[in-house]
């Protein structure tokens, strides 16, 4: 790339600014594969990145801190960037040795390894991570590895993780008393216990890897866990006030592993009164946990007892509320087999990470995303991990802008608005739902919103004691598709309606008559069936009508709404009709 573009802040960078910076970002994106325009069916949207980062408009969120963005920038790739793909070399040829004897087989591997990695750092614009991540898939397929190659290494792991949890030196360590002063009532103590708890099982997590591989004795278990604690000095007041209120936490792991001791963190915070998502891997990389080792690995499924695995990618915000209900701790993958990548994240994932309100993240991989990058996200986030320097644990607050609408919120909203439809049935007025499109047409919100308010209102007069209730006059600010297609799916399970009226071609062109305007091409031949949004209302209204057999459906014939499927994740317009 040109010298001329000066690197700071990533954050600081705007699409438009630059046309040569614009056409060398969008490469980048598109050589380490996560370019949405190029690949929608496994890159996030903005939309769906909304969820986790807050972006200003032309902003571009990038996988990688700030100081690796920098090093990709250069002309020429500085000994920094070399070294650091040099440690992704490093780790393959760990990967191709662990599983391939010597021979032919592992020289030919090796070779081919070689010449794909020369290829690949020519240019120098692939994240480390992603290079990682696309060499694991080469060498994976190259050695025949169908299977997951690491599974009894991880089981060995986990399991002598269990161990260790019933000898001397941990579990003496943990069930100690603190050497404080007696607090003055029963729950300061149950505060400064709790945190004395989280602190050891945080250095406990953190040390999972040095430790397995040399035993530590009672002494040094004891120094870092009082070193720890010291390191979580400043965060004391953030944890104690959320102990206070019942919250939900969404656990990432680590590379290295430690399991266990990560459930060990994870059923502390279960006591504590909050709710977990534990957040691994979809697949094979190398120690991290997956959602196969969360049902088959015996070690770990001791320490999960009732926890709830999730295998669906795409669960709705309706399902997985249902799921954090019924579950106090609940796993998830997170789509991917790679380092933090938020690009590559499952619909679940994000939406995990949009209902969460602390992101916990272990190990300096995870850290060096979301604290090494001048990003902003949507939630706090709080890295702990273990290096040659002590132990280190940082919170970043979540941006300013970023507002989480809480179950509680918007069921305070739709209990609202089913209030008035029940005053009105009392008084003998018939309930009318109208379903119109509002987002379907890509910059057309506010003609769709000016439309339906026009026809709604002129239904009002048309129409004698009737309560209409339209979704363009209660919309509230800050809420995305997601929430709001949670909080009216409530409306509409109410049982209070008594027509549902779902928007046709007659009802736009007569909207537009009433606005004294023709009908723009764009709009000619639309209706609710080209609604994803409406498609779903449909869905409800035919279940709901199931059960209220007196409940009337007014519009186009259902069957030509079941040609879309999902609403697009977060969006107020539709996902296309696949070909």
């Not at 309100?357 to 090494?372: E, F, N, P, Q, Y």
Request: glycine share 6%; proline share 4%; net charge neutral.
């Amino acid at each position: 790339m040109s010298s001329a573009i000066s690197v700071d802040k990533v954050s600081d960078f705007r699409l438009g600014e630059n046309v040569r910076f614009d056409a060398w970002l969008y490469s980048m994106l598109m050589d380490n594969n996560i370019a949405y325009g190029m690949n929608p069916d496994i890159v996030a949207s903005q939309e769906q990145m909304s969820f986790m980062v807050s972006l200003a408009r032309n902003q571009v969120y990038l996988p990688c801190s700030d100081d690796t963005f920098k090093l990709l920038c250069r002309p020429t790739p500085p000994k920094e960037l070399r070294n650091q793909y040099n440690r992704s070399w490093r780790i393959i040829m760990r990967l191709v040795r662990s599983f391939t004897p010597e021979g032919e087989k592992r020289r030919r591997i090796l070779q081919f390894c070689r010449f794909r990695f020369n290829q690949y750092i020519a240019q120098h614009t692939l994240i480390p991570s992603r290079l990682v991540k696309r060499m694991t898939d080469l060498v994976l397929a190259q050695g025949n590895q169908l299977d997951d190659p690491w599974r009894h290494l991880r089981r060995i792991s986990t399991r002598r993780q269990l161990e260790m949890l019933g000898e001397a030196p941990v579990r003496d360590n943990l069930a100690a008393m603190p050497e404080v002063t007696m607090a003055d009532s029963i729950a300061t103590a149950r505060r400064m216990l709790n945190y004395v708890e989280l602190s050891r099982l945080l250095c406990l997590s953190a040390m999972s890897r040095p430790w397995i591989d040399a035993p530590p004795s009672v002494e040094s278990v004891r120094l870092a866990m009082d070193m720890t604690r010291e390191a979580c000095a400043h965060l004391r007041q953030f944890f104690e006030a959320s102990a206070v209120k019942s919250g939900t936490v969404l656990f990432l792991c680590d590379a290295d592993g430690g399991t266990v001791f990560d459930l060990s963190v994870a059923n502390s915070l279960i006591r504590m009164g909050h709710k977990v998502i534990f957040a691994v891997k979809s697949g094979f990389f190398f120690y991290s946990p997956t959602l196969e080792d969360m049902e088959l690995d015996p070690a770990i499924t001791r320490m999960l007892g009732e926890g709830k695995v999730l295998h669906e990618p795409r669960l709705s915000k309706n399902e997985l509320l249902r799921q954090l209900r019924e579950h106090r701790l609940v796993v998830i993958g997170d789509g991917t087999r790679e380092r933090l990548n938020l690009y590559r994240v499952s619909v679940t994932f994000s939406r995990a990470w949009k209902e969460a309100d602390l992101i916990l993240g272990k190990g300096w991989r995870v850290a060096d995303v979301l604290m090494g990058s001048s990003h902003q996200y949507t939630r706090d986030v709080v890295c702990y991990w273990h290096d040659d320097h002590g132990f280190h644990i940082k919170l970043r607050r979540h941006a300013e802008c970023a507002h989480k609408f809480s179950e509680s919120d918007i069921a305070a909203q739709s209990a609202s608005i089913i209030e008035g439809m029940r005053e009105a049935r009392q008084q003998g007025r018939t309930v009318m739902f109208y379903s119109c499109v509002i987002g379907s047409i890509p910059g057309e919100t506010s003609t769709a919103t000016e439309l339906v308010r026009a026809f709604i209102d002129n239904l009002r007069k048309k129409m004698d004691n009737i309560l209409i209730i339209n979704p363009a006059e209660h919309f509230i600010e800050g809420m995305d598709g997601d929430d709001l297609m949670y909080m009216w799916e409530q409306v509409q399970r109410s049982g209070y309606i008594d027509v549902w009226r779902f928007q046709t071609v007659e009802d736009i062109e007569e909207s537009f008559a009433l606005l004294g305007r023709k009908v723009p091409p764009q709009w000619s031949g639309k209706d609710s069936t080209f609604s994803t949004g409406c498609t779903k209302e449909m869905r409800i209204a035919l279940d709901v009508q199931s059960k209220n057999r007196e409940m009337q459906i007014i519009g186009p014939d259902p069957q030509r709404f079941f040609r879309r499927g999902e609403y697009g994740v977060g969006k107020y317009f539709d996902a296309s009709i696949p070909h």
